[in-house]
């Protein structure tokens, strides 16, 4: 069975400190992996994808990693701000015919100033 | 704007109450796909359409749930006799079948809360 799993479930960190959150997933045949953001009662935004070739993709003060074979991604967010604060979501789609996203539950993050 | 949109945004309904959601993907985008995430979940594939045609549904959506995308445009998810359980964030979000990366974009999502 396909399955997404994601650890912590909540973390809370002083303002400026690094911080990974980890993602796992069954099965290493996957298309692509993406992680969100979502705000309390909000939609969700798209902060990095990573295609199943790529090991790793940037965007600012955020580094996502890929492991296929040991089926990890881990989301890197440099010198937190109190505005990252949020819950971050990790979502695969597997290769096939299966168009559809698993998601995790998603880590709540609280970076205090 | 030319990004994912849902109307409404938030809907309050009585329990048994019908309601209709609409999304609009991104216009050139030929994949649409309906989400539903309840409080403290992550969210859960409900249907996915590429154009007109519904490909896949999900074990959640049940018979009181209906999707269309009559044109391949825009897309309707109804719920009849609503019951409480169906309170969740309702999320659309669009593909383009050509594209390298198969990256979706989400709309805004549109709250139900049935009391």
């Known amino acids: 069975k396909q399955e997404v799993t994601q650890i912590p479930a909540a973390l809370s960190v002083p303002e400026g400190e690094n911080l990974v959150l980890n993602c796992s997933f069954t099965?290493?045949?996957?298309?692509?992996l993406q992680w969100f953001r979502q705000d309390p009662g909000k939609g969700l935004t798209s902060l990095l994808l990573?295609?199943?070739s790529q090991r790793e993709q940037t965007s600012g003060r955020l580094n996502a990693s890929l492991d296929k074979s040991s089926g990890r991604s881990t989301l890197y967010i440099a010198a937190s701000q109190p505005g990252d604060s949020a819950t971050y979501l990790c979502?695969?789609?597997?290769?096939?015919?299966?168009?559809?996203?698993?998601w995790g539950l998603g880590t709540s993050l609280a970076v205090n100033p | 704007d030319t990004g994912v949109s849902q109307d409404p945004r938030h809907k309050i309904t009585k329990r048994g109450q019908n309601v209709t959601f609409r999304c609009d993907p991104i216009?050139?985008?030929?994949?649409l796909y309906w989400y539903r995430q309840t409080l403290g979940q992550g969210p859960e594939f409900l249907t996915y359409?590429?154009?007109?045609?519904?490909?896949?549904k999900s074990r959640l959506l049940s018979d009181r749930f209906s999707a269309e995308r009559p044109k391949g445009s825009f897309s309707t998810l109804e719920i009849q006799r609503t019951e409480q359980g169906d309170s969740a964030m309702y999320l659309c979000?669009?593909?383009?079948?050509?594209?390298?990366?198969?990256?979706?974009?989400f709309g805004p999502g549109t709250r139900l809360t049935v009391t």
């Open positions: 990573i295609q199943s």
């Open positions: 359409f590429q154009n007109e045609a519904q490909l896949e």
């Open positions: 979000a669009s593909s383009l079948r050509t594209s390298q990366t198969g990256e979706q974009y």
């Open positions: 216009s050139e985008h030929n994949r």
């Open positions: 099965d290493s045949a996957i298309y692509n």
């Open positions: 979502a695969v789609r597997w290769a096939g015919n299966n168009r559809k996203l698993i």
